[in-house]
């Protein structure tokens, strides 16, 4: 299936949504309007071909209102609204289809790239499909030469610009994460693994903020006291699923979150600096302490 098709059934998922229930005929004049149109008419045929597609594709169901003329509106409008994979490709191809739309600005547009990664992606993905026991060459920031493992791809996640696979490591009997863009080399064997019946990829990870997943670490509750104006971003963008805000006042808010507090997390409060002070719990609050201090013993040499 060509890219070009897929922009047009986000297309059509974007302009139904964005008016809330729309006639053929005015989703006709809309479609020619599009630089996607190239100046060609659509046809009903096709608009029903793409209907059923986006359907299958997505999960998101067009549907008609025969009351008061023949309307078309997106009939599981949660679809939109909610997480998951299906949601995170149709962002990616409605983003894709604004900047395609706006080409001769291309130059003042300023994006972001995912460096080094994706390219092991096909690979990983083709096994996991399968459940086949992958031979990786990893080469990590700690280490002067690659080490070559099999591991048990189980699934992969995006955090912060980067792809990570989630792994079970049958060396030793234990779950880890690995850096896609610190794997050298890749290779399928003909050996398939058993993925447990029980396993959550999204619930192994939401006791945490980000990648690392250590078990070690306890469950907490952690609370905040967050600038006003930083307070502003963190409603918009929540840091974790669990925060809550527990206060509201004119110069500040307490937030509360439930997780456990791993590295990550902590060096993610330190990214925002005197924005945020964390009350708890004290464990957490020595840790930012001690980082605080080596900052300033940097900092404060002349």
């Given at each position: 299936m060509?890219k ?8 059509l ?6 008016s809330?229930?729309?006639s053929?005929k005015?989703l006709k004049e809309?479609w ?5 149109s190239?100046?060609t008419?659509i046809a009903?045929r096709?608009?029903?071909k ?6 299958e ?13 023949y309307?078309?509106?997106?009939a599981?409008?949660e679809e939109?609204?909610?997480?998951g994979l ?15 739309e706006?080409k001769?600005?291309?130059?003042r547009?300023?994006?972001?790239s995912i ?5 092991q992606?096909?690979e990983l993905?083709?096994?996991?499909n399968?459940n086949?026991?992958v031979?990786?060459?990893y080469q990590s ?8 493992f099999?591991?048990?791809p ?6 912060k610009?980067?792809?990570?696979l989630?792994a079970y490591?049958?060396?030793?009997d234990?779950?880890?994460i ?11 064997t003909?050996?398939?693994f058993?993925m447990?019946?029980?396993?959550d990829?999204a619930?192994f990870f ?6 690392i997943a250590?078990?070690e670490?306890g469950k907490?509750t952690?609370?905040?006291k967050?600038?006003a104006?930083q307070?502003?971003?963190l409603?918009s ?7 809550r805000e527990m206060e509201r006042?004119?110069?500040?808010s307490i937030f509360?979150?439930?997780l456990r507090?791993a590295?990550d997390?902590?060096m ?5 600096g005197g924005a945020v ?6 464990g ?5 302490r001690?980082?605080a ?5 940097l900092?404060r040499?002349?």
């Amino acid at each position: 299936m060509s890219k070009n098709l897929i922009n047009k059934y986000v297309w059509l998922v974007e302009t139904i949504y964005q008016s809330g229930g729309i006639s053929l005929k005015e989703l006709k004049e809309k479609w020619l309007q599009s630089d996607l149109s190239e100046g060609t008419k659509i046809a009903e045929r096709t608009f029903h071909k793409w209907r059923i597609a986006v359907e299958e594709m997505f999960g998101i169901i067009i549907d008609c209102e025969r009351v008061g003329g023949y309307h078309y509106y997106i009939a599981n409008e949660e679809e939109l609204r909610g997480g998951g994979l299906r949601n995170w490709l149709l962002d990616t191809f409605s983003v894709s289809n604004t900047l395609m739309e706006h080409k001769s600005l291309s130059k003042r547009i300023l994006t972001e790239s995912i460096p080094y990664g994706h390219e092991q992606l096909p690979e990983l993905l083709a096994a996991m499909n399968d459940n086949r026991v992958v031979s990786i060459t990893y080469q990590s920031y700690w280490r002067e030469s690659g080490a070559m493992f099999e591991v048990h791809p189980y699934c992969v996640k995006m955090f912060k610009q980067r792809w990570y696979l989630l792994a079970y490591s049958p060396g030793d009997d234990r779950m880890r994460i690995y850096a896609l863009d610190r794997i050298r080399d890749i290779d399928t064997t003909e050996r398939t693994f058993q993925m447990p019946d029980d396993f959550d990829p999204a619930g192994f990870f939401s006791d945490f903020y980000g990648i690392i997943a250590d078990r070690e670490i306890g469950k907490e509750t952690v609370r905040l006291k967050v600038s006003a104006d930083q307070s502003h971003y963190l409603r918009s963008l929540p840091l974790h699923h669990s925060q809550r805000e527990m206060e509201r006042h004119d110069e500040y808010s307490i937030f509360e979150l439930r997780l456990r507090p791993a590295y990550d997390f902590y060096m993610e409060l330190l990214s925002m600096g005197g924005a945020v002070e964390v009350l708890a719990p004290q464990g957490l609050r020595e840790e930012m302490r001690r980082q605080a201090k080596q900052m300033w013993e940097l900092y404060r040499k002349k």
